[in-house]
Structure formats: structure tokens, C-alpha cells
Nanobody, 130 residues
């Protein structure tokens, strides 16, 4: 059974940084993807970045490019999201999800439906004060 646990949220001021961690354990193969999502009340969950563990391929949405960096440490079964130059609009509950890679999938690892057969973490709150 795949388990996903996030950590690292908190309260920061605008312009500061945070690093989120996502530990995804239970995979029997290294061919899996991990995505970071965020959601604010009243809005749909938004995929912001993802990484495929085997080849290290990454994706970002435009609003975080140049500010956020996703990385993985296979030995620790962890994926990190380094968030720099945080803005008040980045405040949200951040969750990670993990799934084996489906090569023929029409979704990308930024889509929440990519993880329909995967696992989700419980979420961690990121608050950014102006």
C-alpha cells in the first residue's frame, strides 16, 4: 500500500521561502510520479508541479515557474517543493499525490485525475502574510 505524507507548511511573510516535503512509501517500482497540488476554500484544487521519479521529468504551472522548484530523493522516497519569493496568493492547503506512471495516460502529472489510482496526503497549510 502506498502512503503519502506531507510536511513543511507554515506561516511566512511575503517574499520568504518554505520547503515542503512529501514522503511516498510503498512503491515496488521506481516508475512513479508525484504531484503537488494546492487548494483554497471555494476554488478547485490546482496542480502546481510534478515530477516523474525515474527520469526526473518535471512540470510547473506558469504562476510558479522561476519561484518553485520540485526535486526528489529516491533513497529517502521523498519529493520536495522549494518555494521561494512566496506571495499572498500562494497561500493554500498544499497536498501531494503519488501514482505509478501510466505511459498512455492522456492526463499529465499536473492533473488530479492522474492520481485516481494513487494516494494522496492529508495536506499542509501554507499561509503567506503581506
Amino acid at each position: 500500500e502506498v502512503q503519502v505524507v506531507e510536511s513543511g507548511g507554515g506561516l511566512v511573510q511575503s517574499g520568504e521561502s518554505l520547503r515542503l516535503s512529501c514522503e511516498a512509501s510503498g512503491f515496488t517500482s521506481d516508475n512513479y510520479a508525484v504531484g503537488w497540488f494546492r487548494q483554497v476554500p471555494g476554488k478547485e484544487r490546482e496542480g502546481i508541479s510534478c515530477i516523474k521519479n525515474r527520469d526526473g521529468a518535471t512540470k510547473y504551472i506558469d504562476s510558479v515557474k522561476g519561484r518553485f522548484t520540485i526535486s526528489s530523493d529516491s533513497a529517502k522516497k521523498s519529493v520536495y517543493l522549494q518555494m521561494n519569493s512566496l506571495k499572498p496568493e500562494d497561500a493554500a492547503v498544499y497536498s501531494c499525490a503519488a501514482s505509478i506512471v501510466f505511459p498512455l495516460s492522456r492526463e499529465t502529472c499536473l492533473d488530479s485525475t492522474y492520481y485516481i489510482f494513487g494516494s494522496w496526503g492529508q495536506g499542509t497549510q501554507v499561509t503567506v502574510s503581506s
